[in-house]
């Protein structure tokens, strides 16, 4: 059973086409948006060495010819050094203007290839063939592409939309049980921010989702595709409704530049913990029920995830400090903090100048319960 998701852009529409077996049919899916029957892969090495043949297969059943370029996999690939690697090499394949770039793999290739598209000869189109869960639900999906630099993350980018997304749930096979369910504390904020009835259809099938069953898999992606198309179309520059998507994320950033974007915490990891923070922040507001952090916490420690700060591994800033990193994130806007908080599971919204104060305490008690 394969789901499509149209992400109606105007003259940036493209659709998004979400099941198993996509990669085995990735040529015929391409090939009517191609000029000449050719494409430019970027991927990593991991999923070079897991996909890349049966991309190569699935491409040529449809008769276009590839070549690719296998990036070191991890967070620091996303930064000048590789993304200058990338675009050289695009030039050296004579991508054209009218040529199809591929992004095969993660959000660090995702976000990077499609930034390299970006600026390729002014804009070359590409296409999203996302190899994880978060990236299926979210990086692929809306057109932020970008890079890292020493100043923080995703500073320096552009907004791309894609022309197609293959989210080939088959692949989600070969994710760690850690990277999947990373990526699934990204579906969960889909549910805890605009869709209470998703929340407890992943509150029954979240087991079944992590130990594998297909359909359900395709279901959960699709439904959080569908939230964030819906969104992006309001909101494709994030001028209002698109903050809704970071809902999580002030926490989130704080926690990763905190743990020095290690593998002590993964990026959907620190989502999952935000998410329980912004939710348990609005009820110390008055703004929510207790009832609704206590939910959120309880399914997160059901499917096994790092629910609070006491989760961390290793030292980790005080309360101040990590208020510190909040105020660096770039979603601080003329220096007040911007939280996405919530009136009920479902129910977001976004919340300018949150008193610091109820930050600070909400982070000293979870800090003193390490
Ligand atoms: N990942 C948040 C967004 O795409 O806006």
Redesign the pocket.
Known sequence: MRQNVHVDLGARAYDVEIGPGLIAVAGARIAPILARPRVAVLTDETVAALHLDALRDGLAAGGVAMEALALPPGEGTKGWPQFSRAVEWLLEQKVERRDVVVAFGGGVIGDLGGFAAAVLRRGVRFVQIPTTLLAQV??S????TGINTAQGKNLVGAFHQPSLVLADTDVLGTLSARDFLAGYG?VVKYGLLGDAGFFSWLERMGPALAAGDGEARVQAVTRSVEM?AR??ERDET?QGD??L??LG?TFCHALESATGYSDRLLHGEGVAIGCALAFELSARLGLCAQEAPSRVRAHLRDMGMKTDLADIQGDLPGAEGLLTLMAQDKKVVDGRLRFILARDIGAAFVADDVPGDAVLGLLRDGLRGR
């Open positions: 979210d990086s999906v809306g057109g932020k990204e964030k969104i992006v994030e698109r903050a998507l970071n994320h």
